[in-house]
C-alpha cells in the first residue's frame, strides 16, 4: 500500500493538471474576440487555395551578416546588414530549412562585393546597392530556384575601426 500511494497521488495530480489546462485554455487568440476570429476564418479559406497573384511571404533572415572591408591588407572597417527574402507564399519553412547554404552564398557575395570596393565611398547610393541587391538575388535564386523573387537589404550599416 505504501508504495500504492504515491503512484495514485502522481496519476491523480497529472489528471488534474491536464483536466484545469483543458478547462482554462483560450478560446481565441489574446485581444481577439470570437467574431473578429470567425471573420478571419471565413476569409482565410482552405490552406488549399493560392494567393491572389502578387501576393509574397516577406522572411527575415534571424542573423545579420558581418563583412570586413580591407584596406591595404588589413581591415578598416566592418559593414553590418539584415536580409529578408522576398518569397513566394508558404516557403519560409523551406528557407529556413537550407539557410546555412544561403547564409554562405550570400556572405560570399558581400565579401566578393567589398573586394571590389563596394562599401567604400557612398555605399548607400542606390547606384551602388542596386548591383548588390541584383547579385544577392542570383545567387539566392541559384539556390532555392522558384521560391524567391527578391532579396531585400534590411538594415545596413558600416563601422570604420
Same mark, same amino acid.
Given at each position: 500500500?505504501?508504495?500504492? *500511494?504515491?503512484?495514485?497521488? &502522481?496519476?491523480?495530480?497529472?489528471? &488534474?493538471?491536464?483536466? $484545469? @489546462?483543458?478547462?482554462?485554455?483560450?478560446?481565441?487568440?489574446?485581444?481577439?474576440?470570437?467574431?473578429? $476570429?470567425?471573420? =478571419?476564418?471565413?476569409?482565410?479559406?482552405? *490552406?488549399?487555395? =493560392?494567393?491572389? /497573384?502578387?501576393?509574397?511571404?516577406?522572411?527575415?533572415?534571424?542573423?545579420?551578416?558581418?563583412?570586413?572591408?580591407?584596406?591595404?591588407?588589413?581591415? &578598416?572597417?566592418?559593414?553590418?546588414? $539584415?536580409?529578408?527574402?522576398?518569397?513566394? /507564399?508558404?516557403? @519560409?519553412?523551406? +528557407?529556413?530549412?537550407?539557410?546555412?547554404?544561403?547564409?554562405?552564398?550570400?556572405?560570399?557575395?558581400?565579401?566578393?562585393? =567589398?573586394?571590389?570596393?563596394?562599401?567604400? @565611398? =557612398?555605399?548607400?547610393?542606390?547606384?551602388?546597392?542596386?548591383? *548588390?541587391?541584383?547579385?544577392?538575388?542570383? $545567387?539566392?535564386?541559384? +539556390?532555392?530556384?522558384?521560391?524567391?523573387?527578391?532579396?531585400?537589404?534590411?538594415?545596413?550599416?558600416?563601422?570604420? *575601426?
Amino acid at each position: 500500500m505504501r508504495k500504492l *500511494l504515491p503512484v495514485l497521488m &502522481a496519476v491523480a495530480g497529472l489528471a &488534474a493538471g491536464v483536466g $484545469a @489546462g483543458y478547462a482554462f485554455r483560450p478560446t481565441s487568440e489574446p485581444g481577439v474576440d470570437a467574431e473578429t $476570429a470567425e471573420n =478571419a476564418e471565413s476569409a482565410a479559406g482552405t *490552406l488549399d487555395e =493560392a494567393p491572389p /497573384p502578387g501576393e509574397r511571404d516577406y522572411v527575415r533572415l534571424d542573423q545579420q551578416f558581418v563583412v570586413p572591408v580591407l584596406e591595404e591588407g588589413r581591415v &578598416a572597417a566592418m559593414v553590418v546588414l $539584415a536580409i529578408g527574402l522576398e518569397a513566394m /507564399p508558404g516557403a @519560409g519553412e523551406a +528557407i529556413f530549412a537550407r539557410e546555412p547554404k544561403l547564409r554562405d552564398t550570400l556572405l560570399q557575395v558581400m565579401f566578393d562585393h =567589398a573586394n571590389v570596393g563596394g562599401f567604400a @565611398g =557612398a555605399f548607400t547610393d542606390t547606384a551602388a546597392l542596386d548591383p *548588390l541587391r541584383r547579385q544577392l538575388t542570383e $545567387a539566392a535564386r541559384r +539556390i532555392m530556384p522558384g521560391t524567391i523573387d527578391q532579396v531585400l537589404i534590411v538594415e545596413m550599416a558600416r563601422q570604420d *575601426l
